[in-house]
């Protein structure tokens, strides 16, 4: 009898650790990537790269997630800077793509929040979550991201 509590014990221990251990693992952010204008040129035929920065910080944005309020921010800052590199159109385009398909409800890796190993609602992070993106943060190699994605 004393055997199979110790078992029984032994197993509910081992399990609430895997638990505990996966509830971490859900406030640690996942190395930043981008793929720089998602299914979009990088710039125009004049300046292939052109949108490329402003991509590359939209997809920074979107990786972290956040509120509501910061992905609208994040997609106004979008359009100003396409709009800076060619013009108001084009700058709008790009807006309205990613207002209406880049929200945490769509299952694309460009979604906002992408960078967290559950799909996240608009909210805005925990001091857990924060720690995590500021650490990941100091680990991005900015140099090797710009040159995968630059266009010859």
């Not at 939209?58 to 013009?87: F, M, P, R, V």
């Not at 460009?110 to 909210?123: D, L």
Request: one cysteine or more.
């Amino acid at each position: 009898m004393k055997l199979t509590a110790l078992v029984i014990t032994s197993l509910l221990i081992l399990t609430s650790c895997q638990t505990f251990q996966d509830s971490l693992n859900l406030e640690k952010i996942q190395p930043f990537t981008s793929d720089g204008c998602s299914m979009s040129p990088n710039g125009p035929r004049a300046k292939p790269n052109g949108f490329l920065e402003c991509c590359v910080n939209h997809d920074l944005a979107y990786w972290q997630g956040g509120t509501l309020e910061q992905k609208q921010t994040a997609d106004l800052a979008l359009q100003a800077c396409i709009t800076e590199n060619s013009n108001e159109k084009i700058g709008k385009v790009f807006y309205e793509a990613v207002s209406l398909g880049g929200g945490p409800q769509f299952n694309t890796s460009f979604r906002w929040g992408y960078g967290w190993p559950k799909r996240r609602t608009y909210e805005a992070l925990n001091h857990t979550e924060r720690k995590s993106v500021e650490q990941e943060l100091q680990n991005i190699r900015w140099h090797e991201i710009y040159t995968s994605l630059k266009s010859e």
